[in-house]
T-cell receptor
């Protein structure tokens, strides 16, 4: 199994509070991703990173920010959590390299966030 | 938007082969075809991938159409543990900016 750790795994928070989810990898992979998953929507890309301090928006980035100050950590922050951000959040990583389109994507176990 | 189209759900009987289709009519020459599956309450896991030729591994086979506009994931003998959501995605192999978009996938039901 790829070395990906998400924390916290479960969190309940109140509307309006800031929340940070952490994705930590031990694989030294260049690419890191944050997805959210809701019933009927599949996996939707929030933000992704293609290197330290190189990040970009995904499909559903409003209300979220990210930071990547070192290769192994990718942080997802909800500045002011809303009930619509109640979801399961998955981190993913992937290596680079020649023809890297063939490289496997590895997922973390997920972080269950409930905003009340 | 996802670059692939899959049926929302499929059903199959246990111990029979399953063919999961995926359409990707706008695929480019450098796009790899990947399949992942997600078991209940787990993160997605890798199944198989290919570029042009058919591929086999211990989990499944991937059949790629000659024009590469569609592909089929083949589970040779389905078990109850294969009940999952299966995602077909394209990964562009040349850009530094590797934005990976998943669709809703196909929910596979296995009947005992």
């Amino acid at each position: 199994d790829a070395g990906i750790t998400q924390s916290p795994r479960h969190k309940v928070t109140e509307t309006g509070t800031p929340v940070t989810l952490r994705c930590h990898q031990t694989e030294n992979h260049r690419y890191m991703y944050w997805y959210r998953q809701d019933p009927g929507h599949g996996l939707r890309l929030i933000h992704y990173s293609y290197g330290v301090k190189d990040t970009d928006k995904g499909e559903v980035s409003d209300g979220y920010s990210v930071s990547r100050s070192k290769t192994e950590d990718f942080l997802l922050t909800l500045e002011s959590a809303t009930s619509s951000q109640t979801s399961v959040y998955f981190c993913a990583i992937s290596a680079e390299g020649g023809g890297f389109g063939g490289n496997t994507i590895y997922f973390g176990e997920g972080s269950w966030l409930t905003v009340v | 938007d996802a670059k692939t189209t899959q049926p929302n759900s499929m059903e199959s009987n246990e111990e029979e082969p399953v063919h999961l289709p995926c359409n990707h009519s706008t695929i480019s020459g450098t796009d790899y075809i990947h399949w992942y599956r997600q078991l209940p309450s787990q993160g997605p896991e890798y199944v198989i991938h290919g570029l042009t030729s058919n591929v086999n591994n211990r989990m499944a086979s991937l059949a790629i159409a000659e024009d590469r506009k569609s592909s089929t994931l083949i589970l040779h003998r389905a078990t109850l543990r294969d009940a999952a959501v299966y995602y077909c995605i394209l990964r562009e192999g040349m850009n530094r900016d590797d934005k990976i978009i998943f669709g809703k996938g196909t929910r596979l039901h296995i009947l005992p």
